[in-house]
């Protein structure tokens, strides 16, 4: 700074100063209290008691414009995080910041004019300003620290950022609302465009507004996390709720670390983000940001549509619900939304039709009451004809409380898992399912040709009843109907063992038959009677799941077929256990082989890219082709299992699912997965999406390619993990020697690089990045320019607070490969 004071001014501001120092006292350097008597001078500075936070002028970005503000004094550069006179910038460095008369805080220009001062109503007898070690520059009485009695504090004046203990949203004693506002550019601080509120009207909900128009909202608050924001709540950094009673509704977020540096902020371009700093050379983190992709644009779809992000395109109607503009809508013009099937008639009675997965539409202009139950909610909606639609206010206990819709319903997404909502249809649509053209279809037949097709039918089944006799053991067919939606039609036979053939299949569950054990229990090898070879998977007693909730998961995953997928063939549960059967895979796992130096030989080339196609297309029919739409989680060189001919198949997909793919459950909520596969924003935050398994598949794409595991990789030059290494040596243009000592073949050198590249892209830091297996299989299989791959997500080995995961977890141990399960910290 004083390279660019002149002469001149240097030697009044000297003169000044000893005046100054005669007169009042300086501002001692570093003191967290500012009394009456002292003036802080620009280049003077108060630090909070446990140096946390400093508090002076300074000058933001390339602007040579004076400020007072806050920012954090522990770490490297100067990260502001308040600024006082964001609207009245000083032009030199004469300002002083000072109480002045009734306990205001100043700031005086060199021409003794107030630019900026605090106000309030309040008095005391002697006041002081303090640099709490929160970040909150409070004004108080000397005598007192209770925040009751602060007569201002920069925390209700917040300008970008959200800190620890920050309260967003309504004061309504006071009637004043507590919003951040981002900055207008980098260099100037002053109020931009965008907003970032916690809106009460209606049921609580986070908007992002620029100017009045609503750009993005979370779903509102269930009581544990927002809809829409899946598993939003599980992360081992910060707990946070949404607060309401009379006087205030509020969102605040508080650290569960105090040691852990992180913050909330609202960029220029309205873009909310969450940062943890990690140390001087990786600097500040972004580990989640809102909005995530284009189905979090409010209204996306118009009204009653339904976005989802892995449909392309992502814009669909609620069932019973048709395009309103067929035509505008076939050209991807969603504005005008959807309407019903058929009209609604109030007057001879609507019905509610219940909707599950999806993020609550808009709460705005809602009504809610906490002291009624779910059935009452619907008694109360049906008698209102301008009732639309209602829902549980509270997920947690099974849901309680009730919130009601009244009018059109906006902003829906599709979301796994999401929350269910009862929408009022016309009565006639009831009982009608989206197939019921078809079904009346097959009435007919049914009436023609009944006598011929009951033939069939019983034929069908004897065949099908004496294949799963061959298929071992004594086995009963148990028919359950689903309760998903798409998997609703036809009813399907679940395959169920008992215990007694299953133990006899594996030696009564014999130490010599173990195979495996993975995140959710033992796994053995077994022998049906009939010769056929299965892999029993014993569930430890951790599902929350009841029989009957289990069973009917088992029956959807036992509908997913894939040629890359392990096939499910059936249950067992019988007393406390819970089993899966599956085909036996006679080559195990993938890094059983692909990590041992002897046994990876056995994997040339060739069948490298036929193993990373293979899960490529496995995990894209999972993602989108299958009727349910399942993240696997855990996705890993283990859970990769061989057939005789080294065709890759997914194994435990379905599991999560299984493990707390409820919601809605009680101590369901946990995170699943293994380090060194897990994506940054699942990790820290617990946030999963398609885009979670994408990192996963990406890490191990780099493993296949390489032969070396992610985890515990190691290299003399350099501290970087596997994906760390192979970005490296891609920026540096050399990528092939990701392959290390492995022979090189010039005919498959092509492909190799493709494979390398998609790994990279796949394993990029921000969701938004990365591919969705559609495009990863088609990248896969053609030849077209790929995009430039930007940095990865964990690329060292010091991952973000990796300590706080052992803390926590829950581990089940396995021979090299943990799978861990993270309870929720609540
Ligand atoms: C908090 O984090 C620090 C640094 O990451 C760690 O050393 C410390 O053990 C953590 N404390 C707790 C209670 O988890
Ligand atoms: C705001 O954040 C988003 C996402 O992190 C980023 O793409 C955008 O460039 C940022 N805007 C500014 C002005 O920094
Ligand atoms: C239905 O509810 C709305 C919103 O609360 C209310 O304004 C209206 O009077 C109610 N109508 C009837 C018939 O109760």
Do not use: C
């Given at each position: 700074m004083i390279t660019r004071w002149n002469k001149c001014y240097m030697s009044i501001h000297f003169i000044t100063t000893i005046i100054s120092l005669l007169s009042v006292p300086r501002m001692l350097q570093a003191a967290d209290i500012l009394s009456p008597a002292q003036v802080l001078r620009?280049?003077?500075?108060?630090?909070?008691?446990?140096?946390?936070?400093?508090?002076?002028?300074?000058?933001?970005?390339?602007?040579?414009?004076?400020?007072?503000?806050?920012?954090?004094?522990?770490?490297?550069?100067?990260?502001?995080?308040?600024?006082?006179?964001?609207?009245?910038?000083?032009?030199?460095?004469?300002?002083?910041?000072?109480?002045?008369?009734?306990?205001?805080?100043?700031?005086?220009?060199?021409?003794?004019?107030?630019?900026?001062?605090?106000?309030?109503?309040?008095?005391?007898q002697n006041p002081v300003a303090q640099l709490l070690d929160t970040g909150n520059l409070v004004v108080k009485d000397?005598?007192?620290?209770?925040?009751?009695?602060?007569?201002?504090?920069?925390?209700?004046?917040?300008?970008?950022?959200?800190?620890p203990g920050m309260k967003l949203g309504w004061n309504f004693m006071t009637r004043r609302e507590v919003y951040l506002s981002s900055w207008k550019s980098y260099d100037d601080p002053s109020t931009g465009d965008n907003t970032i509120h916690c809106d009460p009207s209606g049921y609580p909900q986070l908007t992002i507004k620029k100017g009045d128009a609503l750009q993005m909202r979370t779903g509102p608050w269930n009581g544990v996390g927002f809809s829409g924001v899946p598993n939003g709540r599980k992360n081992t950094i910060y707990t946070f709720e949404v607060v309401m009673n009379d006087n205030e509704i509020y969102y605040h977020y508080e650290l569960l670390n105090h040691s852990v540096i992180s913050r909330y902020t609202l960029n220029e371009s309205g873009v909310g983000q969450r940062?943890?700093?990690?140390?001087?050379?990786?600097?500040?983190?972004i580990y989640l940001t809102s909005p995530i992709d284009s189905c979090d644009t409010y209204g996306f779809c118009g009204v009653h549509g339904s976005c989802n992000i892995v449909n392309s395109p992502p814009c669909g109607c609620l069932d019973r619900f048709t395009p309103k503009d067929p035509i505008g809508w076939g050209r991807t013009d969603w504005s005008q939304g959807c309407v019903r099937r058929t009209p609604l008639n109030c007057s001879k009675g609507d019905a509610f039709l219940k909707y599950s997965g999806l993020k609550l539409p808009d709460t705005r202009g809602s009504m809610f009451n906490v002291s009624i139950n779910l059935e009452e909610c619907g008694a109360f909606c049906l008698k209102n004809c301008s009732c639309t639609a209602y829902a549980s206010l509270d997920i947690r206990k099974g849901g309680s409380g009730c919130l009601l819709w009244f009018g059109e319903l906006v902003d829906i997404r599709e979301e796994s898992p999401g929350e269910d909502i009862y929408i009022r249809v016309a009565f006639s649509e009831m009982g009608k399912d989206s197939k019921g053209m078809k079904l009346k279809l097959i009435l007919a037949m049914v009436a023609v040709g009944g006598i011929i097709l009951l033939g069939l039918s019983l034929l069908l089944y004897f065949k099908k009843r004496k294949k799963l006799d061959q298929l071992g053991g004594r086995t009963r067919s148990v028919s359950l109907k689903n309760r998903k939606d798409e998997c609703h039609d036809t009813e399907i036979e679940l395959?169920?063992?008992?215990?007694?053939?299953?133990?006899?299949?594996?030696?009564?569950?014999?130490?010599?038959?173990?195979?495996?054990?993975?995140?959710?229990?033992?796994?053995?090898?077994?022998?049906?009677?009939?010769?056929?070879?299965i892999a029993v998977k014993c569930l430890s007693q951790t599902s929350m799941q009841g029989v009957d909730e289990f069973k009917n998961e088992v029956t959807c995953i036992v509908k997913l077929q894939h040629r890359n997928l392990v096939r499910l063939l059936g249950c067992c549960t019988q007393g406390e256990e819970n089993m899966l059967v599956y085909e036996y895979m006679t080559n195990k796992s993938l890094d059983l082989i692909l990590f041992d130096p002897l046994k990876s030989s056995v994997l040339d080339w060739p069948k490298r890219f036929h193993i990373i196609n293979g899960i490529a297309r496995g995990l894209m029919y999972l993602h989108q082709d299958s009727c349910l739409r399942i993240i696997h989680r855990d996705l890993k060189a283990s859970n990769i299992l061989l057939d005789s001919d080294m065709n890759p198949k997914i194994s435990d997909f379905g599991l999560a699912r299984i493990f707390g793919g409820n919601e809605t459950g009680v101590n369901t909520n946990r995170v699943v997965g293994t380090y060194g596969y897990m994506s940054p924003e699942y990790m820290i935050d617990g946030i999963f999406s398609v885009k979670s398994d994408v990192f996963s598949f990406g890490v191990l794409v780099l493993e296949i390619v390489s032969g070396k595991k992610n985890r515990g990789f190691f290299h003399r030059d350099h501290q970087l993990n596997l994906l760390g290494h192979a970005w490296m040596l891609y920026k540096e243009g050399r990528p092939l020697e990701l392959m290390g000592s492995h022979p090189r073949i010039s005919l498959c050198l092509s492909k190799i690089l493709r494979s390398i590249h998609i790994g990279l892209l796949c394993v990029q830091q921000y969701p938004e990045d990365r591919p969705s297996m559609s495009s990863v299989v088609l990248m896969l299989g053609n030849e077209g320019a790929l995009p430039v791959a930007k940095q990865p997500g964990f690329f060292t080995e010091r991952d973000v607070l990796k300590p706080e995961f052992s803390v926590s977890s829950n581990v089940a141990s396995s021979a090299n490969e943990v799978s861990i399960t993270l309870l929720d910290p609540r």
């Open positions: 620009d280049g003077d500075t108060m630090i909070s008691s446990g140096g946390d936070f400093v508090l002076g002028f300074f000058s933001p970005g390339n602007s040579k414009n004076r400020y007072v503000g806050i920012w954090y004094n522990k770490i490297k550069g100067q990260t502001v995080v308040w600024v006082a006179n964001r609207e009245t910038p000083l032009t030199n460095t004469s300002g002083t910041f000072k109480l002045i008369e009734r306990g205001f805080l100043a700031i005086i220009d060199g021409s003794n004019s107030v630019v900026w001062s605090t106000n309030s109503s309040k008095t005391v000397s005598d007192y620290s209770d925040p009751e009695n602060f007569l201002w504090q920069s925390f209700e004046h917040p300008t970008d950022h959200l800190l940062w943890t700093w990690v140390d001087d050379t990786q600097g500040w983190v395959p169920m063992f008992d215990l007694n053939s299953l133990t006899k299949a594996t030696d009564n569950f014999s130490f010599q038959n173990k195979i495996g054990e993975g995140g959710f229990g033992p796994v053995y090898k077994g022998l049906l009677e009939g010769g056929k070879e």
